[in-house]
């Protein structure tokens, strides 16, 4: 069931409103003292007439019908009990139980909502506050300034599609299906429009268990989206913590799409995987779009497959930009296919299957990137494969410490056609690293690396002399040029 709380009351035209005031809902008044009261069935019929109105529910409400606000303003759906139920009954998928439309500055709250499918459209300044979704579906299309805060989610998801200024805040999901922030994935007209639009999303100081979190934000004929996550925590999910995937498919001539992400004081762990940023190449339109994804002050930890894991599609599109974040435990970490990445005082340690795998990519490492305890087979701290490039900025400092490979590179492993670029043994700290078969430190062909280390291997640092073991063609081990780092 998707998590679209659609309170449809069957609201028909008429020409005129009822003044504001307050009304009292149950479906046993005869237990409520306050007036007047009536079933949530009495006031569906016409609730479109109620603006300006506060309605407070008592007990439990059960709706086998659609509940539908239709352009009314100003109405409060309030619990006055210790969370009174909405109980939807309709059961039928291709209608939705609360449904409101083209509506401004609705508000529910102290509310709990049980099987229902919510929705809202053409819609603005809605607040959802201090109330709990058990099994629900929540869609949002076309609609703006959406305000979630102090909820509890059950088993529910929530869509977005074509909408702006939305936050959740302060709220927890459990055994949560799917929060999608759809940004015309759910696509209302399958057509591309000459104007500019700017969608955003914000979590902040979230709580998911059992569950994980997924954006699809499908530029469709949307411009300028934004997402900050925010103090978000994602634990013990059988899927992913995170997953966040970028599509295009309209153009405006001359106008630069452009999507940001923030992930920022955010935690995963106990999940499969931890986090997932995913971007997809479009081929045709590469000119005028731009990613910009920043992971900061994060911690991703103790997960079973991927801690950290970025596929880039090699589009040269996609900035994305990992700064003060540690990745803790996991099995491996992986970046592939990614052209612009920035590692900035990021520490990886306690990985099961090499600390950070890099596939065909290009990173930029500043400040301290620290591998430490990690273990793998060819590359216990770190692996560099398939034409990558890893280049060190002036204030780049790379430490390798206590990194095992069972089989070569202890610290790192370069296959013969990836290399770091700028390279100073000053910039490296080896110390304690071992390799079963070869490389305790470093295994892998590098030219300048080596040769930089022929000159200037006095001043790497180890926990005892370092010995080289030349060759006449170089440093060469089973048809690999390699230099190894003996304590």
């Not at 200037?456 to 690999?480: E, F, R, V």
Request: proline share 1%.
């Amino acid at each position: 069931m998707s998590l679209l709380l659609v309170v449809v009351l069957l609201f028909f035209s008429s020409s005129c409103s009822v003044s504001s005031g307050q009304y009292y809902v149950s479906d046993d008044c005869s237990s409520v003292t306050q007036s007047p009261c009536n079933p949530l069935s009495v006031y569906a019929g016409n609730m479109s007439q109620y603006n300006n109105t506060i309605f407070y529910f008592i007990g439990t409400s059960v709706i086998n019908f659609t509940v539908t606000m239709n352009s009314v303003q100003n109405i409060t759906l309030h619990g006055l009990d210790q969370f009174p139920t909405i109980h939807c009954k309709y059961n039928d998928y291709f209608y939705y139980d609360v449904a409101i439309y083209k509506s401004s500055h609705i508000s529910f709250s102290n509310l709990s909502f049980q099987d229902c499918r919510i929705y809202f459209v053409y819609s603005s300044n809605v607040t959802i506050a201090s109330s709990i979704f058990g099994a629900d579906d929540v869609a949002i299309y076309e609609s703006s300034h959406i305000s979630f805060s102090n909820l509890l989610f059950q088993e529910c998801s929530i869509y977005f599609g074509y909408s702006s200024n939305i936050t959740i805040a302060s709220s927890v999901f459990k055994y949560l299906r799917y929060l999608y922030n759809f940004v015309s994935l759910f696509r209302v007209f399958d057509m591309c429009y000459n104007e500019l639009h700017h969608y955003s999303l914000s979590l902040i100081n979230v709580t998911v268990t059992n569950g994980s979190l997924v954006f699809y934000m499908n530029h469709g004929t949307s411009y300028n989206i934004s997402v900050l996550i925010d103090n978000v925590n994602i634990i013990s999910s059988s899927e992913n913590g995170t997953h966040s995937q970028q599509f295009k498919e309209c153009n405006i001539k001359g106008v630069e799409s452009r999507s940001t992400i923030v992930i920022e004081d955010s935690q995963f762990y106990n999940n499969d995987d931890g986090l997932l940023i995913g971007t997809f190449r479009d081929y045709i339109q590469l000119s005028n779009y731009h990613i910009d994804i920043t992971l900061k002050s994060c911690s991703s930890h103790d997960n079973s497959i991927t801690g950290l894991l970025i596929v880039g599609s090699l589009s040269t599109s996609a900035h994305i930009s990992v700064i003060d974040t540690e990745l803790v435990g996991n099995w491996r970490n992986q970046i592939a296919g990614c052209l612009s990445i920035i590692l900035n005082n990021t520490t990886v340690t306690n990985s099961l299957s090499t600390g950070l795998v890099i596939i065909s990519s290009v990173v930029t490492v500043e400040n301290r990137l620290v591998f430490k305890n990690n273990t793998g087979v060819v590359g216990g701290g770190m692996a560099i494969n398939g034409s990558s490039v890893v280049a060190l900025s002036p204030s780049a400092n790379l430490e390798f410490i206590d990194n095992h490979a069972t089989y070569k590179g202890g610290g790192i492993y370069l296959d013969d056609i990836s290399h770091i670029t700028e390279t100073t043994l000053n910039t490296f700290t080896f110390k304690g690293n071992t390799a079963a078969v070869a490389g305790n430190d470093i295994y892998g062909v590098d030219s300048q690396l080596e040769y930089t280390a022929s000159l200037t291997l006095a001043n790497l640092s180890t926990s005892s002399d370092a010995i080289m073991k030349p060759h006449q063609y170089g440093m060469m081990m089973s048809n690999k040029v390699f230099f190894q780092v003996n304590h």
